[in-house]
């Protein structure tokens, strides 16, 4: 009849009322994906414009600088537990009135080597949630605090071993210690392995600070 579709592999009929309707339901999809759209696009022109504001507003620029340390030839730790010295940083140049937001340490060593014939790794057996730590203090000097920790069986090695090295990263805010331009000493606490020794080749220590800046 007038009016009516076959659509091919349905055997009912399609009056091209329902067509209409269909149609029109597309079209009404549509516009509401159009104004979400819209919508998702004024708010990330609203966020840049807050942004844009915050920043014209305080003045401040906010920075990332790495300090580092001179290298030391060697860090040895053995089965007993051992205390490190490891090489002071100085952090120089910041900028007059600079806040320091956040603040960590970095560790670093091109090779590291298990000297016995067998098996070794990191022992934290020591003191239990105290040692196999790396520590910081300010050279006046102040109190020492916790700037990168090490877990048990790290940085296990086969024996008689040489392997590349890397650098460790510090997740624990030092900013309280490192709070501007000055010197800064650090130590491995009670480091100590299963078996003597494991070595740490031409280790350096370094200082990452994120500081911001009032405006001039």
Not at 7 to 32: C, F, H, M, R, W
Not at 70 to 79: G, L, R, S, Y
Request: glycine letters at 8%.
């Amino acid at each position: 009849m007038p009016g009516e579709f076959y659509i091919e592999g349905k055997a009912e009929k399609l009056d091209i009322t329902d067509i209409k309707n269909l149609i029109s339901q597309i079209q009404t999809s549509v516009t509401q994906m159009q104004n979400l759209v819209t919508q998702v696009q004024n708010d990330v022109t609203q966020i840049q414009s807050d942004v844009t504001s915050i920043v014209t507003t305080t003045g401040e620029h906010l920075s990332i600088a790495d300090f580092w340390s001179d290298p030391i030839e060697e860090a040895q730790i053995n089965a007993a537990g051992i205390t490190v010295s490891l090489p002071a940083v100085t952090v120089e140049g910041l900028p007059s009135g600079a806040t320091i937001l956040r603040a960590i340490a970095m560790f670093k060593f091109r090779m590291v080597e298990n000297t016995n014939a067998a098996a070794n790794k990191l022992n934290d057996g020591t003191i239990a949630n105290t040692s196999q730590v790396i520590q910081i203090r300010d050279d006046a000097p102040g109190a020492w605090g916790d700037a990168i920790n090490f877990v048990d069986d790290q940085v296990g090695l086969d024996g008689e071993t040489r392997e590349g090295g890397d650098v460790c990263i510090g997740s624990i805010d030092i900013s309280s210690i490192v709070d501007g331009n000055d010197g800064y000493e650090f130590q491995w606490l009670l480091g100590r392995a299963d078996l003597d020794f494991i070595s740490f080749n031409d280790v350096q220590v370094g200082i990452r600070v994120w500081y911001s800046v009032p405006p001039s």
